[in-house]
C-alpha cells in the first residue's frame, strides 16, 4: 500500500518562508518523479514543481521560479519544498504527489499517480 505523506505547512507572513517535506513509501521512491502540487479555494488543482528520479531534471512553473526550489533524498525517501519570498497568492493546500514516469513528463503538472493527503500554508500578516 502506496502511503504519500506531507508536512510543514503553516501560517507565515508575505515575505516569509516555510519548508515543506514529503515521505513516501509502500513504493520504491527512487523509481519515480515527484511532484508538488496546490490547490486554492476556489481555483484549479495546480501543478507547482516536478523533480526527475535522479534529480537530473527540475521543473517549475513560472509564478515559483527564483523563490522556491525542489529537491528530494532517494536514501530518505524524502521530497522537500523550499518555499521563499510567500506571497498571498502561493496560499493553498499544498500535495506531494509521486508521478507516473521517472522523469517529469510533459504533462506532469496535469495529474499524478499517488498522492498526499495535503498540508495548508497559509501567507498572511
Known amino acids: 500500500q502506496v502511503q504519500v505523506v506531507e508536512s510543514g505547512g503553516g501560517l507565515v507572513q508575505p515575505g516569509g518562508s516555510l519548508t515543506l517535506s514529503c515521505t513516501a513509501s509502500?513504493?520504491?521512491?527512487?523509481?519515480?518523479?515527484m511532484a508538488w502540487f496546490r490547490q486554492a479555494p476556489g481555483k484549479e488543482r495546480e501543478g507547482v514543481s516536478c523533480?526527475?528520479?535522479?534529480?537530473?531534471?527540475?521543473e517549475y512553473i513560472d509564478s515559483v521560479k527564483g523563490r522556491f526550489t525542489i529537491s528530494r533524498d532517494n536514501a530518505k525517501k524524502t521530497l522537500v519544498l523550499q518555499m521563499n519570498r510567500l506571497q498571498p497568492e502561493d496560499a493553498a493546500v499544498y500535495y506531494c504527489?509521486?508521478?507516473?514516469?521517472?522523469?517529469?513528463?510533459?504533462?506532469?503538472?496535469?495529474?499524478?499517480?499517488?498522492w498526499g493527503q495535503g498540508t495548508q500554508v497559509t501567507v498572511s500578516s
Open positions: 504527489a509521486v508521478q507516473h514516469y521517472s522523469l517529469c513528463s510533459g504533462s506532469w503538472w496535469r495529474d499524478a499517480k499517488y
Open positions: 509502500g513504493l520504491i521512491f527512487g523509481d519515480y518523479a
Open positions: 523533480i526527475s528520479y535522479t534529480s537530473g531534471g527540475k
